[in-house]
């Protein structure tokens, strides 16, 4: 089937065009044209659609069980306060919210199993959901086995706890992990179930400080010999930067290049308190970092370095990480706040919005291994957003170049149409594949009939995160 769209502009990782025709034949563009002065097209604006380089598909938003505003190191304990419910549900939500948010890839570092089934059989319906819309995946199989309620010891915080608390901690927590070799093999196993030209599977370490070194080696040698990607959170807080100091004295990003996990086969997410000398590194070695700014402000982690990273050369994605702005997935969002926190002050340019279209249009695609270019030519995938102009310019007072419209006002609202891989996935403002609506009608339902099956555990969560908090405030001052 043949489609031709007009537009006023394109936007892509090249700059700007004027009023074009695309022509789209099945999954794949075949022709980009100029239109001639006064040749009739659609009021819209075209780019490619998004990648979003970090995200955990969170079925429902985190501040709904108290998360907001909440450090790292005892928000993720919070996260226990989500019932388990059917996976396709947990992510058929997300994956069509990702949608309207102008994404058309998307990480899953899948770190909260609903665990009703097996793991495989969970995946696939992971994997249905994502085709049920019509996203493109890659899924980051979480990987841990250490340092469970901070990063050290869990004996002086179980110990710190009452009776009742510390029950309830164990219980949630304490579970033994699985061995390193059946680690690896679950990944091996799911890969083989549900690997696709739409779904990636790879390594997810959940990071450092979660893991045994025979646990990052085995990834390391593991992903060498598969070419397999890996996924891992990195220095997201200030806690994690000086636990890695303490136990990496020469430098954390230089141990990872020391057992072969520091490659360009490794998305770090955050790396927000990265130092010079790791950025120097991480870019030596062709990763890539996901920058995930609303999610560090959301969890007080900090402002990540971004001008620094692209200055030292290194690949730079954007991610959502389950915590945009306003709680709605919507990277047109994240790429003007990114922009607005981190061009520079005044006259300085520290970052451009070139920058920043690279890092949606090409180094996050790129993370997922999508065949997403960033650039609207023929034979590149059609994967595409169509943004409303006229809404975008709703005042028409004078000419604007459109980049400074986007990163002015553009969000999902302005969003007309999304293909992937051809397919019309949102039209009008609405999933095409599912009811979106219907869907999280049931999800909330679902959720809320498990809220009275965690009051224990909610009970014992303020004694729990003040127990932390004193933990962390004998080493950097109180969380």
Excluded at 65 to 71: A, L, N, Q, V, Y
Excluded at 225 to 242: A, I
Aim: hydrophobic residues 45%.
């Amino acid at each position: 089937m043949t489609r031709i769209i007009t537009a006023a502009g394109l936007i892509d990782a090249g700059g700007a065009a004027g009023p074009s025709a695309i022509t789209v034949e099945g999954d794949r563009i075949t022709a980009v044209r100029a239109l001639a002065p006064g040749e009739a097209h659609d009021d819209v604006l075209v780019l490619p659609a998004l990648a979003n380089a970090h995200d955990h598909a969170r079925s429902l938003r985190t501040s709904s069980i108290g998360g907001f505003g909440r450090p790292l190191e005892t928000w993720l304990h919070r996260l226990q306060l989500f019932g388990s419910v059917d996976p396709w549900l947990a992510s058929v939500a997300p994956f069509g919210r990702a949608l309207l948010g102008g994404q058309g890839a998307s990480m899953v570092h899948y770190t909260r199993v609903q665990g009703l089934t097996d793991f495989v059989t969970e995946a696939k319906e992971v994997a249905r959901a994502a085709s049920d819309v019509g996203l493109r995946i890659a899924f980051g199989i979480a990987m841990r086995d250490a340092n469970p309620l901070v990063y050290g010891e869990s004996g002086p915080i179980l110990e710190a706890l009452s009776p009742e608390a510390r029950a309830e901690v164990e219980a949630r927590f304490l579970a033994k992990p699985l061995p390193v070799a059946e680690q690896l093999a679950r990944v091996d196993a799911v890969a083989a179930a549900i690997a696709s030209p739409m779904v990636d599977v790879q390594y997810g370490p959940n990071g450092v400080q979660w893991s045994t070194p025979a646990l990052l080696e085995g990834i390391a040698e593991a992903s060498a010999h598969t070419g397999r990607r890996v996924h891992m959170h990195l220095l997201e807080t200030r806690y994690q930067r000086e636990w890695a100091d303490r136990h990496f004295p020469g430098g954390i990003a230089r141990h990872l290049k020391e057992i072969g996990l520091l490659s360009p086969r490794l998305t770090l997410a955050h790396c927000t308190w990265a130092s010079p000398e790791d950025l120097e590194l991480i870019a030596e070695s062709g990763a890539t970092i996901s920058v995930n700014t609303s999610s560090n402000l959301a969890l007080r982690s900090g402002l990540a370095p971004v001008a620094a990273m692209i200055k030292a050369g290194c690949k730079v994605g954007l991610g959502i990480d389950g915590q945009a702005f306003d709680e709605d997935d919507d990277l047109l969002r994240e790429m003007r706040l990114v922009w607005s926190l981190h061009a520079g002050w005044g006259f300085d340019k520290e970052i451009s919005t070139t920058d920043v279209m690279q890092a949606v249009f090409t180094a996050g695609h790129r993370t997922l291994n999508s065949p997403v270019t960033g650039r609207i030519e023929a034979g590149a995938p059609a994967d595409l957003v169509i943004l409303d102009r006229a809404a975008l310019d709703d005042d028409a007072l004078m000419e604007v170049p459109p980049v400074e419209l986007l990163f002015a006002r553009a969000s999902g609202r302005h969003l007309k149409e999304t293909l992937v891989a051809g397919r019309s996935v949102v039209r009008d403002g609405a999933v095409t594949g599912v009811d979106l609506a219907a869907v999280h009608r049931e999800l909330r339902a679902a959720m809320r009939g498990q809220v009275e099956a965690r009051s224990a555990f909610r009970a014992a969560l303020p004694e729990l995160e003040a127990v932390i908090c004193r933990h962390f405030s004998d080493r950097l001052g109180c969380c």
